[in-house]
């Protein structure tokens, strides 16, 4: 068990030279390239990982923060109502604070991945104490740097229906629920960044343009009702062989969420290469080449503050379900570390993304 001193320590490593210093010193690093244009740069990862000395080793000095893949997700959280199991997350969070990163949540409230009592439980007590005392339960636990209060309350860019994404929230608190989730949050815990993320507002399609709309509302209606919220969290599962990033829209929607006065995260980051050629560099190539295009375009604001990866390497890709692979026919390659923990064109391109960022710091 780790110390709880340890987790509420989290990120107050402090460099001993500046960022810039650093950068130069460790051109290596895509964690020490981001801080010097006062971005953070992180990972998504899971406990299991840590049993692998290469990952280990890899990871705090890449990344500067870490948020869980799936296990703070509700449903692995807390199989019986009020009995939580923290044990994997406290390893992760353990691990990454020991290490001197700092820790992101997600996500507290969400439509899916919930324990199976949890609805149910909802429909009959429609008891706000069911979202908030999960809030406080987190928020209080690990000193979260950033955490997505709300993650996915929209249909999604590809329905045919726009609007509210049904879920047991809705359900028992109509769209109200955010706000519910918001102030619990910032109660909780004043200092964290609080994030509605969620995915569609990256690409070109016209359920994209929709999502844009539809996001933008999303965001108008809390500032209006004075919801603390503080960033957008933009998911950015990209995709290197269809739908790609359209650079004008994406440059216009980020303006308009700045003069908002919000900030901008982007939290789990990779490129989906399915549809492409067999050839591995050919892939490759296109899977940097078009998050290179998306960072171009989202780091040429200073609403952006992070980007992290939703994995680091290949090696840890959607294991170790073979039948997904399986599936897809081969591996897929979105992550900047390949199997073998090579850096691939997409460390490449975060890397030159990350110095080429205007300092706007
Ligand atoms: C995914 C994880 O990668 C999987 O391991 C898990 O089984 C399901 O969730 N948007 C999100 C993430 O906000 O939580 C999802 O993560 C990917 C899409």
Request: a positive charge.
């Amino acid at each position: 068990m780790i110390s709880r001193r340890h987790l509420l320590a989290a990120g107050a490593a402090s460099l001993a030279v500046a960022p810039g210093a650093w950068a130069q010193q460790n051109p290596q690093s895509l964690r020490a390239l981001a801080a010097a244009k006062g971005l953070v740069f992180g990972t998504a990862a899971a406990s299991y990982e840590l049993k692998d000395r290469d990952f280990t080793a890899l990871l705090p000095r890449q990344a500067a923060q870490v948020v869980p893949e799936y296990e703070m997700k509700r449903g692995a959280l807390e199989p019986k109502p009020g009995q939580y199991d923290f044990s994997a997350l406290d390893k992760l969070f353990g691990f990454a604070a020991r290490s001197g990163m700092s820790l992101r949540g997600h996500p507290l409230v969400w439509y899916t991945a919930n324990p199976p009592w949890l609805a149910p439980a909802l429909e009959a007590r429609r008891d706000e104490n069911l979202m908030t005392g999960h809030i406080r339960a987190l928020m209080t636990r690990y000193r979260l740097a950033s955490v997505d209060v709300v993650n996915e309350a929209l249909m999604p860019p590809d329905s045919s229906q726009r609007g509210w994404r049904p879920s047991p929230w809705l359900k028992a608190f109509g769209p109200r629920y955010l706000d519910i989730a918001f102030a619990a949050a910032r109660a909780a815990n004043p200092a964290t960044r609080l994030v509605y993320n969620d995915f569609g507002c990256e690409q070109g399609g016209p359920g994209n343009d929709r999502f844009r709309a539809d996001t933008l509302k999303l965001l108008d209606g809390l500032l209006a009702r004075n919801v603390p919220i503080d960033a957008l969290g933009l998911q950015a599962h990209l995709t290197a062989f269809s739908n790609p990033v359209d650079q004008r829209k994406l440059r216009a929607f980020l303006e308009e969420v700045r003069a908002r006065g919000l900030a901008v995260l982007v939290t789990e980051l990779d490129v989906d290469d399915s549809g492409g050629p067999s050839d591995i560099a050919a892939r490759d190539r296109a899977v940097a080449d078009e998050a290179r295009r998306f960072l171009d375009v989202v780091l040429d604001t200073p609403a952006t503050r992070a980007v992290l990866t939703w994995n680091l390497s290949d090696r840890y890709v959607d294991p170790p379900d073979e039948w997904r692979l399986k599936l897809a026919g081969f591996r897929y390659r979105k992550t900047p570390y390949d199997a073998a923990m090579a850096p691939k064109p997409l460390w490449q391109a975060l890397a030159r993304a990350f110095a080429g960022r205007r300092a706007f710091y």
